[in-house]
């Protein structure tokens, strides 16, 4: 039997929180180990995309969905401005934050069995937020961030993004954002 599965996220706010040394601070930032802060960091620019409407955008939408039901794939596009963290700044961790909102029982799914693994990928080349679709979504790398479980409830999801971070802010690889 083949699981099929919804995530809606209602966005909130998605937070970028990035741990490491070198970082620049804004406003007084939490300290963690010695020599190392966290910067938290908005979003800029968000969207979601839906192979069911490959030639919809849905970049206005107060919400964020990603997951799949029915065979229906959608992801989630997110970008945040890196300028407050000074290139080549070790990162020890980063997080991409979402307030979760699942309903599979709505959607006809028994949540009971069924769990959604959310993967994070760097995005390689740059999108609009009100006009990415599915059909002309840029590619994306998969760095080896580990996958993220999404199970049914309301809650903030933290996603490892630390992979990507690092290539963004360490190597210095150019910012187009995340794909979820």
């Given at each position: ?6 995530v ?7 937070l ?5 040394s ?16 966290t ?6 620019a ?9 030639d919809t955008?849905?970049?206005t939408?107060?919400q964020?969905?990603a997951g ?6 959608r992801?989630?596009?997110?970008l945040f ?6 290139r080549g700044?070790?990162?020890?961790a980063?997080?991409?934050e ?9 959607a006809g799914?028994?949540?009971r069995?069924d ?7 760097r ?7 009100t ?5 002309n979504?840029?590619?994306a ?5 580990p996958?993220t479980?999404?199970?049914e409830?309301?809650l903030?999801?933290r ?18 954002g995340?794909?979820?």
């Open positions: 039997m083949k699981r099929q599965l919804l809606v996220f209602l966005f909130v706010i998605a970028l929180s990035v741990t490491g070198g970082l620049a601070r804004e406003g007084a930032p939490a300290r963690t180990e010695a020599g190392a802060s910067t938290t960091l908005y979003a800029t968000d969207a979601w995309v839906d192979a069911a409407a490959p955008n849905y970049g939408y107060d964020l969905s799949q039901i029915n065979h229906r794939y992801n989630i596009l997110v401005d890196l300028s407050s963290v000074p700044s070790h990162i020890d980063a997080y991409l979402l307030y979760e909102i699942v309903n599979l029982q709505a799914i028994d949540a069995d769990v959604l693994n959310l993967h994070a990928s995005l390689d080349a740059d999108w609009s937020e006009r990415v679709t599915w059909n979504q840029p590619a790398t998969a760095l080896g961030d996958p479980n999404v199970y409830g309301e903030w999801k996603i490892d993004v630390t992979r990507i971070m690092r290539s963004l802010i360490s190597n210095g690889d150019r910012n187009f995340i794909l979820v």
